[in-house]
Every structure is written in structure tokens, then in C-alpha cells.
């Protein structure tokens, strides 16, 4: 079944290690999208991708890197950069940024130990 | 820039009762409007979306959408909730145009089921 899956489910780091959330798709999207959600604050992005090897922040990106290698994947680094980084993290994709539906995987919960 | 606006971060209604979720959107073009649902802990799934035509649109799990342009609003609603749609609500608003535009999400509202 075709579907976007985000591994692990749950992750716990140390302060001051960096740690990489992994998503891959195998919808044939080309748009990805990280999304960081929080109790009240609804979703926000992170960084977004339209097509491989191009990327852009979003509204937090500070603390976060990403890479576009493969259009089937978009990993997430979460930095020692990153102040406040225990949130759930969602990873979406759709066929074309802005003009289509997107599909979410089941979100990794990252708690900072 | 697009936003959207939910202005009821709670809601609680009984089994069987009549449901209506309020979203507002701020974008100077034609909006793309979705709405997701999400249980706890899981990703958010799509209930509709409105692109452009008819303003009334179906959804899965009987959730209906308005889209009124002179109120900047596309409230979902539906007709008769059950125990299992107790759960966070999402109203999103994507561009219309090609670009590096974003989808963006209100803070939700989660709706609470009483017997």
C-alpha cells in the first residue's frame, strides 16, 4: 500500500545530541514537508521540499536541517541548536506544493532527556 | 501571507447532537481549504478539501464544508456526531498558485464527546 512512514515512533535524546528523524514516501510526490506540532499551537513548518535536491524553511526552521537526496525521502536533523526541541513531529507529502492534498505519515514524538 | 483562524480551541457536544467547527481564513486569491482530523498520537488524516465549484462539499465519515467567500470562513459540520469523532480538528489554507507557497494550519479545535 502506498503511504508515507516515519520512523521511529518515539525517540529520546540526550541535550546537546544531534538526532535524525527519517520519512519516506512511496507515493511518487514531489513535494515533502516537516511539520513540528505542539500542544495549542496547531502545526508548523519546518521545511519543505518541491523537488529533489531544493529546500526551503519554513516558519521555525532555526535548529533543523534537512536533505532532499532521493524524492522518496526527506530526513530531519534536529540540532544541539535546537532550544526547545521535545514536540511531535510530522512528515507530509503531495503531489504539488500548495495545490493539492497532503498525506502525513503517523508523526515521531522526540522527547529531550 | 495566508492564515487561518479557529477560534474554539474546545468543544464538547453530546452523542447524537448536531456538530459545527468554525474556520476563518485571511488570502488575498482563491483559497485551497482542507480539513484534517487527528487522534491522539497518530498523523492527521483528510476529511475534505475545497478547491473551487460547488461550495458545499462532502467528506468522509459524513462531515460536510461550506465555503463562504464574503465571510472568509469554511465551517465543517455535520449532522449527528458519534462517540468515535471525538478527536483534534485542523482547518488548513494552501495558495493558489504555483510557487514556494506553504499549507498552513490553524491550532485546531478538539472535540469532546459526552454520552
Known amino acids: 500500500d502506498g503511504g508515507i512512514t516515519q520512523s521511529p515512533k518515539y525517540l529520546f535524546r540526550k541535550e546537546g545530541q544531534n538526532v535524525t528523524l527519517s520519512c519516506e514516501q512511496n507515493l511518487n510526490h514531489d513535494a515533502m514537508y516537516w511539520y513540528r506540532q505542539d500542544p495549542g499551537q496547531g502545526l508548523r513548518l519546518i521545511y519543505y521540499s518541491q523537488i529533489v535536491n531544493d529546500f526551503q524553511k519554513g516558519d521555525i526552521a532555526e535548529g533543523y536541517s534537512v536533505s532532499r537526496e532521493k524524492k522518496e525521502s526527506f530526513p530531519l536533523t534536529v540540532t544541539s541548536a535546537q532550544k526547545n526541541p521535545t514536540a511531535f513531529y510530522l512528515c507530509?507529502?503531495?503531489?504539488?506544493?500548495?495545490?493539492?492534498?497532503?498525506?502525513f505519515g503517523q508523526g515521531t514524538r522526540l522527547t529531550v532527556v | 501571507a495566508q492564515s487561518v483562524t479557529q477560534p474554539d480551541i474546545h468543544i464538547t457536544v453530546s452523542e447524537g447532537a448536531s456538530l459545527e467547527l468554525r474556520c476563518n481564513y485571511s488570502?488575498?486569491?482563491?483559497?485551497?481549504l482542507f480539513w484534517y482530523v487527528q487522534s491522539p498520537g497518530q498523523g492527521l488524516q483528510l476529511l475534505l478539501k475545497?478547491?473551487?465549484?460547488?461550495?458545499l462539499v462532502q467528506g468522509i465519515k459524513g462531515f460536510e464544508a461550506e465555503f463562504k467567500r464574503s465571510q472568509s470562513s469554511f465551517n465543517l459540520r455535520k449532522p449527528s456526531v458519534h462517540w468515535s469523532d471525538a478527536a483534534e480538528y485542523f482547518c488548513?489554507?494552501?495558495?493558489?498558485?504555483?510557487?514556494?507557497?506553504?499549507?498552513?494550519f490553524g491550532t485546531g479545535t478538539r472535540l469532546t464527546i459526552i454520552p
Open positions: 488570502y488575498g486569491a482563491t483559497p485551497y
Open positions: 488548513a489554507v494552501g495558495a493558489s498558485n504555483f510557487g514556494n507557497e506553504k499549507l498552513t
Open positions: 507530509a507529502s503531495s503531489r504539488r506544493q500548495g495545490r493539492t492534498e497532503a498525506f
Open positions: 475545497y478547491f473551487s465549484g460547488d461550495t
